[in-house]
């Protein structure tokens, strides 16, 4: 064997591949980590959005990961070509929109293609045979392997025992017998093992990775691609799924209302590309207008703002209506009440 | 040399993206000011210079608007 042997690891931020990449440290493989940024990532942005979250650390947690574990970290930017992955899933989608199995492809065959720029020699993730419904079942996972041709160059530690010897055992460069076969849902072997390195404070994201899994979030994408008859999206797009309340009053409108003070300061950065509408001298949230709206759509949705501002139990209440070139004009209407607005309106 | 980065309003991980790929055309020594909005790079920016070897030298706070200054190394850590 000539020098140490080099694997980079997908790295999530989760549990998993941090105790995967710190598997394969232990038998002096040279780890660098890589992680890709989709735009669905739970990763800081809701954190660093709301204000109420703001005394929780924003930190990244692949950074974190990747600092806890003393490797190098690459963030790449797969925004557009991830595209597809979300719009045309090949082997379908999971209890949400998440296309799971495409995704999983899809990152590792990036990794492949990193590997190959970047003279590595494998490539490592946390999977475990049985742990996601999707792409981490004993059939699903040979597929993920096989399509984004990574071949026997993909090795999977925390179960690599129940799966057929890769490439990198065959030839030495790390030990069959060190790896683990963790298998199922349970995560009583990982927090052992995380136990056993000293690792604490890990995240431990609930459901997924990513919003795709989250079924709100999935409703207001579905809406979107409704709204618009056609499926398709920007990243500033998704970004405002995960902002505000999203109210739909009609079919060729919705409101993205503010919740609290963070949310309104970045909906603010959006007040270029949006019809947009506060309450005057009132405290009240900024509510974008996505759409078209007439002027009698444009009254509701200055009643509608009003509803969850301070003067919700005014009878009439001014309100600021900004065009997209910022001219401005002053509506009187009357907030609507708590039962005029349909449940249905929220998306 | 040194070099401005525009990384306002973008949210992380997007500061930290635009630094890694800028620092990517930078030599050791060279000076990189990233200019960004999202609280979180105060963070996310320094870990990924510990990281990978490079130096934070200031962090400053305008209001909202954030300057962080970057020293590029050889990168080795
Ligand atoms: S949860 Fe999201 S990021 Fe994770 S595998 Fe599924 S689609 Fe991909």
Known sequence: ???KRKAVALISGGLDSMLAAKVMLEQ??????????????VEGHTHAIR???????????????AEQLGIKLHIIDVIEEYKDVVLNPKHGYGANLNPCLDCKIFMVH???????????????????????????????????ARESGAEDRLVRPL???????????????????????????????QMALAEKYGFTDYAQPAGGCCFLTDVQYSVKLADLWKSRGERRYELDDIMLLKVGRHLRPRP?????????????????GYRKQFVHLRALNLDGPLALLDGVANDADIELAAR?????GKGRDAEEVEVVVTDKQGATRVLN??????????????? | MKLELDARHLLCPLPVIRTQDAVKHLQAGDKLLVHCTDPGAIHDIPTWCRINGHIVRDIHLDGRDITITVEVTDGVV
């Not at chain 1, 020699?121 to 049985?130: A, H, L």
């Not at chain 1, 690599?160 to 349970?186: C, H, N, Q």
Request: hydrophobic share 35%.
């Open chain 1, 1 to 3: 064997m000539s020098g």
């Open chain 1, 28 to 41: 002096g493989i040279q780890v660098e980590g890589i992680n890709f940024f989709t735009g669905f990532c």
């Open chain 1, 51 to 65: 204000k109420q979250d703001s005394a929780k650390p924003k930190r990244n947690n692949a950074l974190w990961v």
């Open chain 1, 110 to 144: 990036k990794a492949q293609e990193w590997i190959k720029e970047n003279g590595f020699d494998f490539i490592i993730t946390g999977e475990v045979v049985g742990q996601r419904p999707m792409s981490q079942r004993k059939d699903t996972m040979p597929v993920v």
């Open chain 1, 159 to 189: 179960c690599g025992k129940k799966l057929p010897a890769t490439l990198p055992e065959r030839e030495g460069w790390i030990e069959r017998d060190w790896l683990y076969d963790f298998s199922g849902r349970s995560r009583k072997p």
């Open chain 1, 252 to 268: 060729h409108f919705k409101l993205i209302i503010g919740r609290e003070e963070g949310e309104n300061n970045f909906l603010e």
């Open chain 1, 304 to 308: 509608l703002v009003c509803r969850f």
């Open chain 1, 333 to 347: 209407v009357a907030p609507l009440t708590a039962d005029a607005i349909p449940q249905e309106w929220y998306v």
